[in-house]
T-cell receptor, first 113, second 116 residues
Framework: GNSVTQMEGPVTLSEEAFLTINCTYT??????LFWYVQYPGEGLQLLLK?????DKGSNKGFEATYRKETTSFHLEKGSVQVSDSAVYFC????????????FGSGTRLLVRP | GAVVSQHPSRVICKSGTSVKIECRSL??????MFWYRQFPKQSLMLMAT?????????EQGVEKDKFLINHASLTLSTLTVTSAHPEDSSFYIC????????????FGPGTRLTVT
């Protein structure tokens, strides 16, 4: 079945450090891939998405590239800010599963000033 | 655009009572809405898929008689937790899919339910 695996958190970085959060997936079809961000006490916000292989999603300085050969969708940001502290969820949506979203376990990011 | 609201944002109820949570798409029509449950520091677990005008589809292990879902219009779905117990305390999040756009979901801000 479909699944998403994320790196364990929490990830603690100093401001302006480089961020990578790893995400790999297993899917039977041709999924779309997403990164969502959740700030404390809030719902999820779509951060970026990619719908096919080699697509790069980007938003607010974050980027992720859909790599079919390695079944990965790693999230990166060149210089993090304190305001980026949140929980990040990788997810996939597979047409073979009626486009239900399958979430990874989430990675908590803490950025220190 | 694509804003989803939930009401209430927080609710505290006594064990044995029922609680209704509303999910509304404010600026679009949503043929499909989803209900998730999130435990502290955990991921989201899909509870059910709600299609306008038809019965909800529940995920395995979710009690449909306990978590009643109604999707009466293209902009409103409700989740009623019946005879709530402390173990039902959780963060409930809904999402909505825009009609005609199959893969993208927009999430509400969530409802924190505490059962005492």
């Amino acid at each position: 079945g479909n699944s998403v695996t994320q790196m364990e958190g929490p990830v603690t970085l100093s401001e302006e450090a480089f961020l990578t959060i790893n995400c790999t997936y297993t899917a039977t079809g041709y999924p779309s891939l997403f990164w969502y961000v959740q700030y404390p006490g809030e719902g999820l916000q779509l951060l970026l998405k990619a719908t096919k292989a080699d697509d790069k999603g980007s938003n607010k300085g974050f980027e992720a590239t859909y790599r079919k050969e390695t079944t990965s969708f790693h999230l990166e940001k060149g210089s993090v800010q304190v305001s980026d502290s949140a929980v990040y969820f990788c997810a996939l949506s597979d047409p073979d599963s009626s486009y239900k979203l399958i979430f990874g376990s989430g990675t908590r990011l803490l950025v220190r000033p | 655009g694509a804003v989803v609201s939930q009401h209430p944002s927080r609710v505290i109820c006594k064990s044995g009572t029922s609680v209704k949570i509303e999910c509304r798409s404010l600026d679009f029509q949503a043929t499909t809405m989803f209900w998730y449950r999130q435990f502290p520091k955990q991921s989201l677990m899909l509870m059910a898929t709600s299609n306008e005008g038809s019965k909800a589809t529940y995920e395995q292990g979710v009690e449909k008689d306990k978590f009643l879902i109604n999707h009466a219009s293209l902009t409103l779905s409700t989740l009623t937790v019946t005879s709530a117990h402390p173990e039902d305390s959780s963060f409930y999040i809904c999402s909505a899919r825009i009609a005609g756009v199959s893969y993208e979901q927009y999430f509400g801000p969530g409802t924190r339910l505490t059962v005492t």
